[in-house]
T-cell receptor
Framework: SQQGEEDPQALSIQEGENATMNCSYK?????LQWYRQNSGRGLVHLIL?????REKHSGRLRVTLDTSKKSSSLLITASRAADTASYFC????????????FGPGTSLSVIP | EPEVTQTPSHQVTQMGQEVILRCVPI?????FYWYRQILGQKVEFLVS????????KSEIFDDQFSVERPDGSNFTLKIRSTKLEDSAMYFC???????????FGSGTRLTVV
């Protein structure tokens, strides 16, 4: 299975702290994506990193990708209460861009 | 900001009934997807669709499911004979090309009773 697995399953931090979530996957990929889901809402695309990239930034988000370890991390710096959500990594497979599989997610709580 | 629109937001149906979930993807997007999320569980891939054909589907997407793009704007998911276990949030997504991030709709909550 290509499915990513996030770690930890749940994370609780104080506002202003950094939050780091990890994702591991099993098969070779073209791209890895991170999404956010607020409770009961749709998924919001955060960032996509391609297999030939090692690091990408978007605002307070930093994503790294280590294809040798088949792992990625999402760092949210200077967290805010509004960052409280579930975060999912999603991977395609080297043989198919069209089947993107989501991991089970990390539930992040940022305490004001 | 362009959006993916899904209707209805909530649908309740009797077991065994047919249901059609509707989606309007972003107008210049070419790739379309359906996912579902059973309450409290992970987001599951159902099907991807491009050029009026299914390009990938999962084991969940059996003969009870079908997708259609009946005109230039709508993308529908039909469940022929709903079961209790089909109760879930169904998300439609679209992307402009392969290998790009998806834009998701807000979802349709399907409740089968």
């Amino acid at each position: 299975s290509q499915q990513g697995e996030e770690d930890p399953q749940a994370l609780s931090i104080q506002e202003g702290e950094n939050a780091t979530m990890n994702c591991s996957y099993k098969t070779s990929i073209n791209n890895l994506q991170w999404y956010r889901q607020n409770s009961g809402r749709g998924l919001v695309h955060l960032i996509l990193i391609r297999s030939n990239e090692r690091e990408k930034h978007s605002g307070r988000l930093r994503v790294t990708l280590d294809t040798s370890k088949k792992s990625s991390s999402l760092l949210i710096t200077a967290s805010r209460a509004a960052d409280t959500a579930s975060y999912f990594c999603a991977t395609d497979a080297r043989t198919s861009y069209d089947k993107v599989i989501f991991g089970p997610g990390t539930s992040l709580s940022v305490i004001p | 900001e362009p959006e993916v629109t899904q209707t209805p937001s909530h649908q309740v149906t009797q077991m065994g009934q047919e249901v059609i979930l509707r989606c309007v993807p972003i107008s210049n997007h070419l790739y379309f997807y359906w996912y579902r999320q059973i309450l409290g569980q992970k987001v599951e891939f159902l099907v991807s669709f491009y050029n009026n054909e299914i390009s990938e589907k999962s084991e969940i997407f059996d003969d009870q499911f079908s997708v259609e793009r009946p005109d230039g704007s709508n993308f529908t998911l039909k469940i022929r004979s709903t079961k209790l276990e089909d109760s879930a949030m169904y998300f439609c997504a679209s992307s402009i090309t392969q290998g790009n991030g998806y834009t998701f709709g807000s979802g349709t909550r399907l409740t089968v009773v």
